[in-house]
T-cell receptor
């Protein structure tokens, strides 16, 4: 058990809709990272927050946004969903900022119909 | 293009044999990490090797790093069926904002047959 909790585990929705994925980091970790994993693109880094502030941005679409709250949990918002957004979305956490070992949740599987 | 790329893409061996996976990367790194992912689960951190280290061991795992060739290898000795998983290398990359992010390869899918 990594200590990182992601909800929901599965999400099925339609094109054009908006969803929110939630992540609770491991106790004591200040950084939260979001990744998208698909068969063709592999594991893609989306965005990182450290102690409530955005620290690094990756291949995150403008339709996607994220935030980290004072209690350090994070939410990833995906809007105007397209078929191509179907993927596994992982949250990971680490104690500090940068290239430390990351602890992954089990992901949210998003299916767009 | 990927910063790190694993080779081979897939590997099938018998229980008890050794498994070797390779990772090549493009730019200078501070460290390189290896992760394992069981089907449908999140990634699990295995080992981190710093750029000034050449070899590191953890149980049945041995990782080497050759910064001159920009490559790393992960050796799993005496493999078990439970080692069946995908293995990823991850390297740090400086972002435009000055922070570091991890960039993952596409992984090697290892199957250990009982």
């Amino acid at each position: 058990d990594s200590g990182v909790t992601q909800t929901p585990k599965h999400l099925i929705t339609a094109t054009g809709q908006r969803v929110t994925l939630r992540c609770s980091p491991r106790s004591g970790d200040l950084s939260v990272y979001w990744y998208q994993q698909s068969l063709d693109q592999g594991l893609q880094f989306l965005i990182q927050y450290y102690n409530g502030e955005e620290r690094a941005k990756g291949n995150i679409l403008e339709r996607f946004s994220a935030q980290q709250f004072p209690d350090l949990h994070s939410e990833l918002n995906l809007s105007s969903l397209e078929l191509g957004d179907s993927a596994l979305y992982f949250c990971a956490s680490s104690w500090g900022n940068g290239n430390q070992p990351q602890h992954f949740g089990d992901g949210t599987r998003l299916s767009i119909l | 293009s990927q910063q790190g790329e694993e080779d081979p893409q897939a590997l099938s061996i018998q229980e008890g044999e050794n498994a070797t996976m390779n990772c090549s990367y493009k730019t200078s790194i501070n460290n390189l990490q290896w992760y394992r992912q069981n089907s449908g689960r999140g990634l699990v951190h295995l080992i981190l090797i710093r750029s000034n280290e050449r070899e590191k061991h953890s149980g049945r795992l041995r990782v080497t790093l050759d910064t001159s060739k920009k490559s790393s290898s992960l050796l799993i000795t005496a493999s078990r069926a439970a080692d069946t998983a995908s293995y990823f290398c991850a390297t740090d990359l400086l972002t435009q904002g000055g922070s570091e992010k991890l960039v993952f390869g596409k992984g090697t899918k290892l199957t250990v047959n009982p």
